[in-house]
């Protein structure tokens, strides 16, 4: 999460198959609601986003991406467990080059060396867009649908 009073910039990968998403779930233990968005990570000093989400990829899954290529933009500002945050968004469409990761009973752990990220899973689009499971940034599902 962004520090107080700085904007963070992300780069996430919409990864699409048959109706499903590829996001990973959070959760907020201050409002408890549960969300999920598609995975990335920060975009460091130096580095396109395609180059970030390409390499957050390979660092958190271990997973290659191929065929990355920049779908747009959201900028969020919202509130994360009790803390504003303001995050630019640069979200990319892309393909996993292993082939078995499109089993929709497929999960993967998102990890950090040792500490758990978060779990990511195919989930329905339909969800999001029935309002039945909120996916952020807001904004993406309009992005998904022009692109």
Same mark, same amino acid.
């Given at each position: 999460?962004?520090? =107080?009073?700085?904007?963070?910039?992300?780069?996430? $990968?919409?990864?699409? =198959?048959?109706? =499903?998403? &590829?996001?990973?779930?959070?959760?907020?233990?201050?409002?408890?609601?549960? &969300?999920?968005?598609?995975?990335?990570?920060?975009?460091? &000093?130096?580095?396109?986003?395609? @180059?970030?989400?390409?390499?957050? &990829?390979?660092?958190?899954? @271990? #997973?290659?991406?191929?065929?990355?290529?920049?779908?747009?933009?959201?900028?969020?500002?919202?509130?994360?467990?009790?803390?504003?945050? =303001?995050?630019?968004?640069?979200?990319?469409? $892309?393909?996993?080059?292993?082939?078995?990761?499109?089993?929709?009973?497929?999960?993967?752990?998102?990890?950090?060396?040792?500490?758990?990220?978060?779990?990511?899973?195919? #989930?329905?689009?339909?969800?999001? @867009?029935?309002?039945?499971?909120?996916?952020?940034?807001?904004?993406?599902?309009?992005?998904?649908?022009?692109?």
């Amino acid at each position: 999460m962004a520090k =107080h009073g700085k904007i963070r910039v992300l780069a996430l $990968a919409a990864l699409e =198959h048959v109706g =499903h998403l &590829f996001v990973s779930e959070g959760y907020d233990r201050v409002t408890g609601e549960v &969300f999920y968005r598609p995975l990335g990570g920060r975009v460091e &000093f130096g580095e396109y986003g395609a @180059q970030a989400v390409v390499r957050e &990829f390979q660092e958190e899954l @271990q #997973q290659r991406l191929i065929d990355v290529r920049y779908l747009g933009l959201c900028e969020s500002l919202f509130t994360y467990e009790g803390q504003p945050a =303001h995050e630019v968004v640069l979200v990319y469409r $892309a393909r996993f080059a292993d082939a078995a990761l499109y089993d929709l009973a497929r999960t993967l752990e998102a990890r950090d060396g040792d500490r758990l990220l978060g779990v990511a899973s195919w #989930q329905p689009l339909a969800r999001f @867009q029935r309002g039945e499971a909120r996916l952020y940034p807001v904004g993406l599902l309009a992005l998904l649908s022009l692109g």
